[in-house]
């Protein structure tokens, strides 16, 4: 059977049937999906260390369930929330003895906006990431491969398996969500 | 109000991943300005991964097979069990073993008490110690005894038959004192008057009494 290496649904469907070219099919999932959920974990954790450990546990569980996975949502919505759960679990048990070495802020603070230059890239960092948290999983997922990844909606309609049209309005309400969410944090930590 | 433009517009990713599908064009890849990652880091990693899950599914697989063939240890013994030529076989060796555990106790018990062959023998080794007269004075007395025993226990049982019955008979004939009274007591004058009179009453009967 020829392999459709740009079909998750495919993909998924050969590994539950056909147990001999699990690895393989496996290979492919990986290998489309892998670096762009090193990316959403590294964002959240700001370490490579911790964020290759999230990663194996993420692959872990995804290897391990696979075989379960109904393909109600779409298969990299779900490693994405599986991914999510495992970075905030990981951190959660990390809190207490975390010393580890941060990335630089992903984030470029652009001149011409008052407010935000009395904030470092850092703070501001950290406050879009707990806006993006407060998200539904659609929208969060959604800003995200919009707002850092660059995808053309066309891309991330590939990915989501949803049409244009809904990841725009999910994309629109995240971002007014992200707003306010900044506004009212950035001002109450200014008084 | 400045802090109602839309902040977003101001805040840029610092790096794109490049997420198009086709690797093998390597020239349609974006520069990376986010944290360097060694080369070649996600094929590395997916490698391990998948060589990690690898030994680890032959790990189970072995353990799976141990268990079938555990399975399969317990289902023969199962199947032993099974048959009936194991009871039967079992049921025979264990009567076997109680009855030659039986005969062993009593070839033992019969080598604690003395034959008579023996008994024989011996007084033929040792007859020199005996004397014809001293056996039979011995023989004698050790039948009387043994008869005396016996008479005495038929006297003594015969006795306590023959008082027994006695006893029984004296009770039997008896008639308690204090309800004769009473019985009289009960009659009036003219009840005895005309008992006497009925014909009923023979004179020799009373001149008996």
Redesign the interface.
């Known amino acids: 059977m020829e392999i459709e290496?740009?079909d998750d649904f495919a993909l998924v469907n050969l590994f539950q049937q056909d147990n001999s070219r699990a690895?393989y099919v496996?290979?492919t999932l990986?290998?489309?999906h892998?670096?762009?959920l090193?990316?959403h974990i590294?964002r959240i954790t700001r370490n490579?260390e911790e964020t290759?450990d999230i990663?194996?546990n993420v692959?872990?569980k995804v290897?391990r369930n696979l075989n379960e996975f109904k393909q109600e949502s779409s298969f990299y919505t779900w490693i994405y929330r599986i991914s999510r759960n495992e970075t905030i679990n990981f951190l959660e048990k990390e809190k207490k003895f975390r010393s580890v070495e941060m990335?630089?802020?992903?984030?470029?603070?652009?001149?011409?906006?008052?407010?935000?230059q009395n904030f470092s890239a850092d703070e501001?960092s950290e406050k879009?990431q707990a806006a993006i948290e407060t998200l539904p999983e659609k929208q969060a997922l959604v800003f995200q491969l919009k707002?850092?990844?660059?995808?053309k909606y066309s891309?991330i309609s590939a990915k989501l398996n949803t049409s244009e049209g809904a990841l725009k309005a999910n994309y629109h309400h995240a971002?007014k969500k992200?707003?306010d969410f900044?506004?009212l944090q950035?001002?109450l930590f200014q008084s | 109000m400045?802090?109602?433009?839309?902040?977003?517009?101001?805040?840029?990713?610092?790096?794109?991943?490049d997420?198009?599908?086709d690797?093998d064009k390597p020239e349609i890849k974006k520069t990376y300005s986010?944290?360097e990652?060694k080369q070649n880091y996600?094929e590395d990693?997916?490698a391990d991964?998948?060589m990690k899950?690898?030994s680890e599914s032959d790990e189970n697989n072995s353990q799976i097979i141990d268990k079938q063939t555990n399975k399969q240890t317990n289902k023969q013994t199962k199947i032993i069990f099974l048959k009936p030529v194991f009871w039967i076989s079992s049921i025979a060796a264990s009567i076997i073993v109680i009855f030659g555990i039986n005969y062993f106790l009593n070839d033992n018990t019969k080598l604690s008490e003395i034959s008579e062959s023996e008994i024989l023998a011996y007084v033929e080794e040792n007859s020199d110690d005996f004397t014809a007269e001293e056996i039979q004075s011995q023989i004698e007395e050790s039948v009387k005894k043994k008869n005396f025993k016996e008479i005495d226990t038929t006297k003594s049982q015969l006795n306590n038959k023959k008082e027994g019955l006695n006893e029984k008979s004296i009770q039997e004939n008896q008639i308690p004192q204090a309800s004769f009274n009473e019985l009289l007591d009960s009659f009036s004058e003219e009840d005895l008057y005309l008992y006497l009179n009925s014909d009923e009453v023979d004179l020799e009967d009373l001149e008996i009494l």
């Open positions: 290496k740009n690895d496996f290979s990986m290998k489309r892998n670096e762009i090193y990316w590294r490579h290759n990663l194996q692959w872990m290897w990335d630089e802020a992903y984030i470029e603070i652009l001149a011409g906006h008052e407010t935000l501001i879009l707002f850092f990844e660059d995808l891309e971002v992200i707003q900044l506004y950035l001002n | 400045e802090a109602k433009k839309n902040i977003l517009d101001y805040i840029r990713a610092k790096g794109k991943v997420l198009r599908q690797y986010k944290p990652l996600f990693f997916a991964f998948l899950i690898k």
